[in-house]
């Protein structure tokens, strides 16, 4: 087994300034009139930069316990399979170094496996529905994970556990059944909601352990919290917020200096408590960690009172809590350097991408979109300087900033989330067939990587989804692999 070779990416420049061409009212009733859109050139079939460690994970023919391949280009720009299994019930999830995966297979006993490419082993953990979460930095050989009280129901009823990579030994951390479980950036610490209503807060520590989270010992007049979201540098953390008589807001937590804040109260009953398990308010921190952008009620129906009030839509809101603003639209992304906020604006059946200064002083129109509440397919380069979606023709385009010129890819339709290469060199996506495009910045020129061997579907019941992604080594080939004696593969 050769041991495994690292990809090192040159890293791409954040600091692009990024300029505005035009100044639109953020509610303004848009006339249909589009930036200009250009061609890109015609299909070639060189590629001028290889596109190793390219992956993508393969989930088919079960939506809830899918068939899962893996895939990689090497450094040969060769394509190899270098994983599969049957019915798979969590995972995969990968180590922080990618040299580790694992997963839990569907049945009989649930197991747990650990897949080690560097040994080129995989080995049975444990088995009874435990779901790893992620790998603790403090503790290498550990993994946090929870165990599913009903594997039917789905991954995220158990409570905290510890599972060693080593020989697969639980250690319990807590007994309260677990929501949203959300790591810091350092690994150190783990926020986590409990299940049921009304919701509780959790942080556990490798070193002291659980305690509960209590907004009103940060002086923030909420007793409940949840949905937690760590800002990038891990100096504070985000909580949804709900009160007795159901009113909720966003609180803004300081860990170390014990100072807290709640943004924007949602007075007009935005927790509605006649819902079984209702959901809080969770928002999406900047890259910046200055701002935080909430959508509300913006993926369809909801039994809440506020769907259907003035205060539904997008609200992005400064974290020191100095400033906030609302946006007729629903929240797609944040450009790498925190200068704009890419959303989707909805007028009956016009839907246009959108972008914004998150003090809400700029606004532009830059095309229409197809969007469904969803299903929106955008990406931005690492530099800010692309931004890549579906256009109304469900073709995939890209827009210059600052020229803010759309640039359509042609007959290529796009099925799935783009990617970009990691330093930007590339755009990647899946067309409605399966087939995976990889198109060259700056030129656009196309080429076709791979088609994916799609299952029959006969009955129109099976399921498939390619998901991209870069990995941090070259993976080996699956039949170099020693599995287990037990596993799900026929």
Same mark, same amino acid.
């Given at each position: 087994m050769k041991s495994k070779r690292r990809i090192f990416f040159a890293a791409a420049n954040l600091a692009l300034t990024l300029a505005c061409a035009a100044l639109f009212d953020p509610f303004?009733?848009?006339?249909?009139?589009?930036?200009?859109?250009?061609a890109a050139e015609s299909l070639t079939q060189t590629i001028s930069t290889p596109l190793t460690g390219l992956t993508y994970i393969i989930r088919k023919n079960d939506f809830s316990n899918p068939d899962i391949e893996i895939w990689q280009f090497n450094e040969n720009g060769e394509l190899i399979k270098a994983f599969e299994e049957k019915k798979i019930?969590?995972?995969?999830?990968?180590?922080?170094?990618? /040299?580790?995966?694992?997963?839990?297979?569907? #049945?009989? =006993?649930?197991?747990?496996?650990?897949?080690? $490419?560097?040994? #080129?082993?995989?080995?049975?953990?444990?088995?009874?529905?435990?779901?790893?979460?992620?790998?603790? @930095?403090?503790?290498?050989?550990? %993994?946090?994970?929870n165990q599913s009280f009903d594997p039917?129901? #789905?991954?995220?009823?158990?409570?905290?556990?510890?599972?060693?990579? !080593?020989?697969?030994?639980?250690?319990? &951390?807590?007994?309260? @059944?677990?929501?949203?479980?959300?790591?810091?950036? =350092?690994?150190?610490?783990?926020?986590? +909601?409990?299940? /049921?209503? @009304?919701?509780?807060?959790w942080l556990y520590s490798w070193e002291s352990g659980n305690a509960a989270f209590n907004p009103r010992e940060f002086g923030v007049n909420y007793p409940y919290a949840g949905s937690p979201n760590w800002s990038p540098d891990g100096g504070k953390i985000?909580? /949804?917020?709900?009160?007795?008589?159901?009113i909720s807001a966003v609180g803004v937590f300081d860990l170390e200096s014990k100072a807290g804040i709640a943004l924007h109260p949602f007075e007009d009953g935005s927790y509605d408590m006649s819902i079984s398990d209702p959901t809080v308010p969770s928002a999406t921190w900047s890259p910046d960690g200055r701002w935080l952008a909430l959508?509300?009620?913006?993926? /369809?129906?909801?039994?809440?009172? !506020?769907?259907?009030?003035?205060?539904?839509? *997008?609200?992005?809101?400064?974290?020191?809590?100095?400033?906030?603003?609302?946006?007729?639209?629903? $929240?797609?992304?944040?450009?790498?350097?925190?200068?704009?906020?890419?959303?989707?604006?909805?007028?009956?059946? &016009?839907?246009?991408?959108?972008?914004?200064?998150?003090?809400?002083?700029?606004? *532009?129109?830059?095309? +229409?979109? $197809?969007?469904?509440? $969803?299903?929106?397919?955008? %990406?931005w380069s690492p530099d800010g300087k692309y931004l890549a979606f579906k256009n109304e023709g469900d073709e995939a385009a890209v827009v210059e900033a600052g020229i803010w010129q759309t640039i359509s890819l042609g007959e290529s339709e796009v099925n799935q989330n783009p990617i970009w290469h990691p330093t930007g060199s590339h755009l990647i996506f899946i067309d409605p067939n399966y087939a995976i495009w990889a198109a060259e910045t700056g030129n656009w020129q196309l080429q076709q990587l791979a088609e994916v061997d799609k299952p029959e579907n006969p009955d129109g019941n099976t399921y498939t989804s390619v998901s991209l992604f870069w990995h941090p080594i070259i993976l080996p080939s699956f039949d170099t692999l020693t599995l287990p004696e037990e596993t799900n593969l026929p």
């Amino acid at each position: 087994m050769k041991s495994k070779r690292r990809i090192f990416f040159a890293a791409a420049n954040l600091a692009l300034t990024l300029a505005c061409a035009a100044l639109f009212d953020p509610f303004q009733k848009s006339d249909g009139n589009a930036p200009p859109t250009v061609a890109a050139e015609s299909l070639t079939q060189t590629i001028s930069t290889p596109l190793t460690g390219l992956t993508y994970i393969i989930r088919k023919n079960d939506f809830s316990n899918p068939d899962i391949e893996i895939w990689q280009f090497n450094e040969n720009g060769e394509l190899i399979k270098a994983f599969e299994e049957k019915k798979i019930l969590f995972g995969p999830v990968f180590s922080p170094d990618g /040299g580790q995966m694992a997963y839990t297979g569907f #049945g009989p =006993d649930y197991c747990t496996f650990l897949a080690n $490419f560097d040994s #080129g082993i995989v080995n049975l953990l444990t088995c009874g529905a435990h779901r790893i979460i992620s790998w603790i @930095p403090a503790q290498p050989n550990t %993994a946090l994970a929870n165990q599913s009280f009903d594997p039917y129901v #789905g991954s995220y009823t158990g409570a905290l556990e510890t599972i060693s990579l !080593l020989d697969g030994s639980i250690q319990p &951390l807590d007994t309260t @059944p677990t929501w949203d479980v959300a790591i810091s950036p =350092d690994g150190s610490l783990a926020a986590y +909601q409990g299940l /049921g209503y @009304p919701p509780s807060s959790w942080l556990y520590s490798w070193e002291s352990g659980n305690a509960a989270f209590n907004p009103r010992e940060f002086g923030v007049n909420y007793p409940y919290a949840g949905s937690p979201n760590w800002s990038p540098d891990g100096g504070k953390i985000s909580w /949804g917020l709900v009160n007795e008589e159901g009113i909720s807001a966003v609180g803004v937590f300081d860990l170390e200096s014990k100072a807290g804040i709640a943004l924007h109260p949602f007075e007009d009953g935005s927790y509605d408590m006649s819902i079984s398990d209702p959901t809080v308010p969770s928002a999406t921190w900047s890259p910046d960690g200055r701002w935080l952008a909430l959508d509300v009620c913006a993926h /369809g129906p909801s039994q809440s009172s !506020l769907c259907d009030s003035e205060t539904s839509g *997008l609200w992005i809101m400064s974290a020191d809590g100095q400033s906030e603003y609302q946006i007729a639209g629903r $929240f797609s992304s944040w450009s790498p350097d925190s200068q704009w906020i890419a959303f989707v604006y909805t007028d009956g059946d &016009l839907k246009e991408l959108r972008i914004s200064k998150p003090d809400g002083s700029e606004t *532009l129109r830059l095309a +229409q979109v $197809f969007d469904t509440y $969803f299903e929106f397919n955008e %990406a931005w380069s690492p530099d800010g300087k692309y931004l890549a979606f579906k256009n109304e023709g469900d073709e995939a385009a890209v827009v210059e900033a600052g020229i803010w010129q759309t640039i359509s890819l042609g007959e290529s339709e796009v099925n799935q989330n783009p990617i970009w290469h990691p330093t930007g060199s590339h755009l990647i996506f899946i067309d409605p067939n399966y087939a995976i495009w990889a198109a060259e910045t700056g030129n656009w020129q196309l080429q076709q990587l791979a088609e994916v061997d799609k299952p029959e579907n006969p009955d129109g019941n099976t399921y498939t989804s390619v998901s991209l992604f870069w990995h941090p080594i070259i993976l080996p080939s699956f039949d170099t692999l020693t599995l287990p004696e037990e596993t799900n593969l026929p």
